[in-house]
């Protein structure tokens, strides 16, 4: 039962946006709940086949997850648009890590192809804020 004030989620398949949303939050939900094959069976939906192939290389690298870049699982997740151009639109995704005063955060900068809608690269959000407190996110490399 919705009370007032509740959030609403909606989306639609033709917006990068939501689907950069979509993606994260099926994913964490998958990480988290530990569901099999279910992680990999998204990064292949959501994802172009090159990023998949750097992401590959960058947790070989870095002994975590790279699209959370960190080797926990946040608590909560939020996208926003930040530009577009050149056939590309630009989200950064936020991951919560804890609860309360002493949650921390990690920006990530997410590119889509607008063409295909499909996420092209996953990076660490410009300078500026992108790791505040505290949290689990993975060392920089």
Same mark, same amino acid.
Request: hydrophobic letters at 35%; charged letters at 25%.
């Given at each position: 039962? &919705? ?6 989620? *909606?989306? /639609?398949?033709? /917006? ?12 964490? %939900?998958?990480?988290?709940?530990? &569901? ?5 069976? =998204?990064? #292949?939906?959501? =994802?172009?086949? %090159? ?20 080797? %926990?699982?946040? +608590? ?9 151009? #050149? ?8 991951? &919560?890590?804890?609860?309360?005063? %002493? #949650?921390?955060? &990690? ?6 192809? =607008? /063409? +295909?809608? =499909?996420? /092209? ?6 300078? *500026? ?13």
């Amino acid at each position: 039962m &919705t009370q007032a004030g509740d959030a609403v989620r *909606g989306g /639609s398949p033709d /917006s990068a946006v939501d689907r950069v949303a979509d993606f994260y939050g099926a994913y964490i %939900d998958a990480v988290s709940d530990g &569901t099999d094959n279910l992680s990999e069976e =998204l990064r #292949a939906h959501y =994802l172009t086949e %090159d990023l998949r192939q750097r992401l590959a290389a960058w947790e070989e690298a870095n002994q975590a997850d790279g699209v959370l870049r960190a080797q %926990d699982v946040p +608590t909560a997740w939020e996208v926003r648009y930040h530009d577009s151009g #050149a056939g590309h639109l630009f989200t950064t995704v936020t991951l &919560t890590w804890g609860t309360g005063p %002493d #949650a921390g955060h &990690t920006r990530l900068a997410v590119q889509s192809d =607008l /063409s +295909t809608k =499909l996420i /092209s690269d996953i990076e660490d959000a410009p300078a *500026g804020g992108q790791r505040e407190a505290a949290g689990r996110p993975a060392a920089q490399a």
